[in-house]
Nanobody, 127 residues
């Protein structure tokens, strides 16, 4: 049974940091690119970042580039999203997702590419 579980969300003040984790089970993480997406109230789910199968290639949505860093640890079946200099507009439910991809040439920032999803973790940035 495949499973993705996000953790690490919470309430943080503007300018603060959080590290989200996405722990996977039930499938070989090495065969999948991992993406992070977020969904704010009354808005569509949008891309945040993604990382290739080997972890060597990563892409970021412009609004988070330079502030967020994605990484993965296959030995721990976990992908991380380090979020620094958080802003109120980063407030959302954050989801991780897995994309079974046949090569290690990159990843996609399109939600429709992803096969499996976690249930999300809430991030609130407020003073």
């Amino acid at each position: 049974q495949w499973r993705l579980v996000e953790s690490g969300g919470g309430l943080v003040e503007p300018g603060g940091s959080l590290r989200l984790s996405c722990t996977t089970s039930g499938f070989s993480l090495d065969d999948y690119a991992i993406g992070w997406f977020r969904e704010a109230s009354r808005r569509d789910r949008e891309a945040v970042s993604c990382v290739s199968r080997s972890g060597t290639i990563a892409y970021y949505w412009p609004s988070v580039k330079g502030r967020f860093t994605i990484s993965r640890d296959s030995a721990k079946n976990t992908t991380y999203l380090q979020m620094n200099n958080l802003k109120p507009e980063d407030t959302a439910v954050y989801y991780c997702a897995a994309d079974r991809i046949s090569n290690d040439n990159g990843c996609f920032l399109f939600k429709n590419e992803y096969d499996w999803w976690g249930r999300g973790t809430q991030v609130t940035v407020s003073s």
